[in-house]
């Protein structure tokens, strides 16, 4: 998709309302609001958000309607969180990386430096008791997550020009976020949060040297290809960013029992579903990029991937040194599944793509 078409259709017309009406329940129907981080029917979470809004309304049989806002219709992309927090809207969609000023152990349920990887991720709170954790932190906030997709491996980003070693980071004016903001700090990176257009914008007027979003499908989308050649890999602070379904935890608990099955079978049944078209669009984008737009593909020298491990070494046991009892538990879970996982990984899935990129005819 190009740029042009893409901001076109997600132009806003019109002012949004002023105030939310009371959900409506009338014969056992219940309409709720979303509000997304996202520009509507933005190529990856975009487009995964109104996806899971409609299939809770699908899995629902209609009677739990999801209307879906995207980013600045109701409110700002930013302000998604305490809107639901509050009662404004019913639940959001967006990523627990944006959220590290509610509490650094939120984070670690979006995306680690150096850390899991989609399936692992999905694996340690399914399996490795992350859920329970999940649950507690986002319960201060009167909240009930769930994940309900994922990105897959992130890119480090668009640079305007090339990283040859770890000096060339000094003073870097780099957009990311979450812990990958943290790492990049350490290194001496000047990091900037920011909304995707408005990192586009940046990277134009030179506001910004280089910038990571998402990958090859929904930064196309964005015209970053535009404005920065150097496209390099791997991302590593993020090998998986997931995605979260985050609903008011009042009116969660206000649901019938198979009212709060449809919500949390939604989350899960779109878990995979998004990680795979991601992965699969992801793939397809890249080629396009730098067959017809001129991208150079790129990799980080191996001092500077060293160097981010060792920054992100040092922001992982500033999470166990946390003065709040629950993040240092989230970390200690996370390190713990990210170990056992690792070990047999090396025989498992690491073994399959090594034995596949060695020269043989097939």
């Known amino acids: 998709m190009k740029r042009r078409d893409f901001l076109k259709k997600t132009a806003m017309g019109g002012a949004a309302a002023a105030a939310l009406a009371t959900p409506a329940i009338a014969q056992d129907k219940r309409q709720w609001n979303m509000v997304t981080a996202w520009p509507k029917n933005l190529p990856g979470p975009g487009v995964a ?18 209307k879906l806002h995207a980013a600045g219709e109701l409110v700002p992309g930013n302000g998604v969180f305490d809107a639901v927090s509050e009662g404004t809207a019913e639940l959001y969609h967006a990523v627990p990386a944006y959220w590290g000023s509610k509490s650094k152990g939120i984070l ?33 906030f009167g909240l009930k997550p769930f994940l309900c997709g994922n990105s897959g491996p992130q890119w480090q980003g668009w640079f305007r020009n090339e990283i040859n070693s770890v000096d060339d980071l000094q003073g870097l004016r780099f957009r990311t976020t979450g812990l990958a903001s943290e790492m990049c700090s350490k290194l001496g990176m000047a990091v900037q949060a ?36 150097n496209y390099y890999w791997p991302g590593v602070g ?7 379904c985050v609903v008011n935890l009042a009116a969660y608990e206000d649901l019938p029992d198979d009212l709060k099955s449809a919500v949390s079978l939604a989350c899960e049944s ?34 500077v991937i060293v160097a981010m491990g060792n920054a992100a070494g040092e922001v992982i046991q500033e999470l166990r040194d946390d003065s709040d009892e629950l993040v240092k538990r989230i970390t200690e879970s996370f390190l713990e599944y990210r170990s056992s996982i690792s070990d047999y990984m090396v025989y498992a899935d690491n073994g399959q793509m090594n034995a596949r990129a060695l020269d043989y005819k097939y």
């Open 49 to 66: 958000a109104q996806m899971l809004a409609d299939r809770i309304t699908t899995l629902s049989g209609g009677r739990l309607e999801v």
């Open 108 to 140: 670690l349920f979006g995306s680690q430096p150096f850390g899991l990887r989609a399936d692992e991720q999905f694996g340690w709170l399914a399996h490795g008791g992350g859920q329970a954790l999940y649950d507690e932190i986002y319960a201060r």
């Open 194 to 229: 920011m909304g995707g257009r408005d990192m586009f914008q940046a990277l134009q007027s030179g506001a910004l040297d280089a910038g990571e979003f998402i990958g090859p499908w929904s930064d196309s989308a964005l015209g970053f290809q535009q404005v920065a050649k």
């Open 238 to 244: 993020e090998p998986s960013s997931a995605e979260e």
């Open 270 to 303: 779109l878990y995979n579903q998004v990680l795979t078209e991601y992965n699969t669009k992801h793939a397809l984008a890249l080629k396009e990029l730098v067959d017809k737009e001129g991208v150079q593909v790129k990799k980080l020298p191996d001092d």
